[in-house]
């Protein structure tokens, strides 16, 4: 769970970049896992990113005095059911 956290810091096309690196290596190191089930784990990722790339445009269309265009509680709840749902 910690790099979940240490994810968090940066920005999000690193962290994204870097769970595709992991999640591409499964194959070779967790042959135990269907192609299947990986393609569905990047497909998974990647709407997170784009979530993620849409609410960041949000936000910056967005007065300073103006109510957030998304928490980083939520991100951090979306990154956690992503490592539940995959990692459980």
């Known amino acids: 769970m910690s790099i979940i956290y240490e994810l968090l810091g940066a920005k999000?096309?690193?962290?994204?970049?870097?769970?595709?690196?992991?999640?591409?290596?499964?194959e070779s190191k967790k042959p135990w896992i269907s192609k299947e089930k990986i393609d569905q784990v990047l497909r998974e990722a990647d709407d997170l990113k784009r979530w993620l790339d849409d609410k960041?445009?949000?936000?910056?269309?967005?007065?300073?005095?103006?109510?957030?265009?998304?928490?980083?509680?939520?991100?951090?709840?979306?990154?956690?059911?992503?490592?539940?749902?995959?990692?459980?």
Request: aromatic residues 12%; glycine residues 2%; charged residues 20%.
């Open 12 to 26: 999000h096309m690193t962290y994204h970049l870097l769970f595709m690196q992991i999640v591409s290596g499964w």
């Open 56 to 88: 960041e445009a949000e936000q910056q269309k967005l007065s300073a005095s103006s109510t957030s265009a998304y928490t980083s509680q939520k991100v951090i709840d979306k990154l956690l059911d992503l490592k539940d749902k995959w990692y459980a």
